[in-house]
């Protein structure tokens, strides 16, 4: 069974660019969160989309976005990057009553 | 709120018994979790709780008491490789997973 995969893995984009990332969940699951995870801070929830609809969502500036896919793929879009955008960006799948898988995630810097 | 409290970190001798304590305040409960996360890496899956007990999985063993709040991972045996991050999460209502700041283990000849 394939795990989470995430692309890219490593990201660096200037302020004021935008960014799009990209998680395939694992075959069947069809939840997929997002985490910010930067030193200090830990792991931040972004948000949540099950079948395609947001279902949850954390305190995150509008810039932050995503959306889910019929195949159960999912974007996560961040608009007028800022320096403190710095950060590792996790997707974790999920299935019923199961634990969260997590992907490699994506590095992103901004400068 | 959400509130979930560990150690930022911990260092213990290898061979040792060393325990990672967890208190969680969150609104809905639907389970414990202990992920561990290397340096560079994404967190993997340790154990789960969701009933009051021990859960004992090798090395490693966590426990729960819904009652107080409270969780600990024990990690018995102590190996070099067992440095890295431990992360205390708790499943809330729907899919969604509220975790702690982690606690930076480090394991020490």
């Known amino acids: 069974k394939a795990g989470v995969t995430q692309t890219p893995r490593y990201l660096i984009k200037t302020r004021g660019q935008q960014v799009t990332l990209s998680c395939s969940p694992i075959?069947?699951?069809?939840?997929v969160s997002w985490y910010q995870q930067t030193p200090g801070q830990g792991l931040q929830f972004l948000f949540e989309?099950?079948?395609?609809?947001?279902?949850n969502k954390g305190n995150f500036p509008g810039r932050f976005s995503g959306r889910q896919f019929s195949n159960s793929r999912s974007e996560m879009n961040v608009s007028t990057l800022e320096l403190g955008d710095s950060a590792l960006y996790l997707c974790?799948?999920?299935?019923?009553?199961?634990?969260?898988?997590f992907g490699q995630g994506t590095r992103l810097t901004v400068v | 709120g959400q509130n979930i409290d560990q150690p930022t970190e911990m260092t213990a001798t290898e061979g040792a018994i060393v325990q990672i304590n967890c208190t969680y305040q969150?609104?809905?409960?639907?389970?414990l979790f202990w992920y561990q996360q290397h340096a560079g890496e994404a967190p993997t899956f340790l154990s789960y709780n969701v009933l009051d007990g021990l859960e004992e999985k090798g090395r490693f063993s966590s426990f729960l008491s819904r009652s107080k709040g409270y969780s600990y991972l024990l990690l018995k045996e102590l190996q070099m490789k067992d440095s890295a991050s431990y992360l205390c999460?708790?499943?809330?209502?729907?899919?969604?997973?509220?975790f702690g700041t982690g606690t930076s283990l480090t394991v020490i000849p």
């Open positions: 999460a708790v499943r809330g209502p729907g899919n969604q997973f509220y």
């Open positions: 969150t609104s809905g409960f639907n389970g």
């Open positions: 974790a799948s999920i299935g019923s009553n199961t634990e969260a898988f």
């Open positions: 075959s069947g699951h069809r939840s």
């Open positions: 989309y099950f079948s395609e609809t947001q279902r």
